[in-house]
């Protein structure tokens, strides 16, 4: 059976020194891996149809008790240019994929995670240089998830005192509750619980990379934000710490 898809590539990797394997979030069949047989011959249908971040129509040949299809051709309908030249936004498009790549389950049906991720590209294309953007993204990410972190009152006994943040405890907790019950619980200050309440509310980006940070503050936002992905998504810190480096 062919089946025609709207797809992001989110990983791509040698099969050998011709063909690829990509793994691709499509809009209607979920996460997909395709063999790309040839892809790197100078008359191949693949050769620039296709490429990280980008959105292509893809054709490939599904069979059932596979998971690895074989691809037919391809039809890039969306380059994202900026990446080719804005490296640090690229950096964050790097991560937002791996984030997706690593967390969806082949096949899944999920029509708004691609729309989702498509979103999340588009908006790092214009806003992906700055450190903010990657956090709204996760946020973003972790609601779709089902994941928002609770950041009102302590998750346990609904004081608003003396909070801190623990990531397995799924937003804020209080001290006294966090020592009773020997929490790892991570500083946050209330200046930096208040921008983390207003960029969770924030539906666009564009307020939040306007927010003015002082080191002390990027640093806390980071490592409540990166303990919570860690701990919800289990994904590996260098994915993060290599989007925050080129930032
Ligand atoms: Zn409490």
Known sequence: MIVQATAIPLAIYPWSSTSRIVHWLTHHQGKVSTLLKGALRPKSPFLGEYELFSTSELLYFAKPAKTLYTGKECALLHRRETFRTNWRAMQTASYITSLFNRTTPE?????????????????????????????????????????????????????????????????????????????????????????????????????????????????????????????????????????????
């Open 107 to 247: 096949e899944a049906h999920q029509p708004e995670l691609f729309v989702l991720c498509e979103e999340l590209l588009d908006l790092a294309e214009e806003y992906g240089q700055h450190p903010q953007y990657l956090l709204w993204a996760e946020f973003r990410f972790c609601e779709y998830h089902g994941h928002a972190p609770s950041l009102g009152h302590c998750v346990l006994c609904a004081s608003d005192k003396e909070l801190r943040f623990c990531a397995g405890q799924g937003g804020v907790v209080c001290m006294q509750c966090a020592r009773a019950r020997k929490l790892p619980i991570l500083e946050c200050p209330p200046d930096v619980l208040a921008i983390l309440r207003a960029w969770q509310k924030a539906r666009q980006p564009g307020p939040v990379v306007n927010t003015r940070l002082t080191a002390r503050q990027l640093t806390a936002l980071n490592a409540i934000a990166g303990t919570f992905m860690m701990y919800h998504f289990h994904l590996h810190p260098e994915y993060r710490n290599a989007a925050l480096a080129a930032a």
